[in-house]
């Protein structure tokens, strides 16, 4: 029975970290790369487990998915949903 619990715990905290981390992906836009390079970039800019984006976009990687934490950006100039222009 003992054995039962430790598995469970293992389990649902190896299940919890996998839904903790951001998956983003990056790409170069002005010249080609491979993988390799990817692999070497993301290695030198992860410390202590957590990428330094600044690094990233030193070595000229740009973000393709914004992370999850920025806030929506709204127009100032559009108006509320469901009003119409004033005549």
């Known amino acids: ?13 190896i299940v ?10 990056w790409m170069k836009l002005d010249q080609k ?11 030198a800019c992860t410390i202590k487990g957590t990428l330094d984006e600044e690094c990233m976009k030193k070595r000229g990687w740009v ?3 914004p992370p999850k934490s920025e806030p929506k950006k709204e127009d100032p100039l559009s108006q509320p949903a469901g ?3 004033r005549r």
């Open 83 to 85: 009003r119409g222009p």
């Open 16 to 25: 919890a970290s996998g839904c903790g981390t951001e998956e983003r992906e």
């Open 63 to 65: 973000s393709v998915a």
């Open 33 to 43: 790369y491979t993988t390799a390079e990817f692999r070497r970039d993301l290695a």
């Open 1 to 13: 029975m003992r054995h039962m619990l430790m598995l469970g715990a293992l389990g649902i905290a």
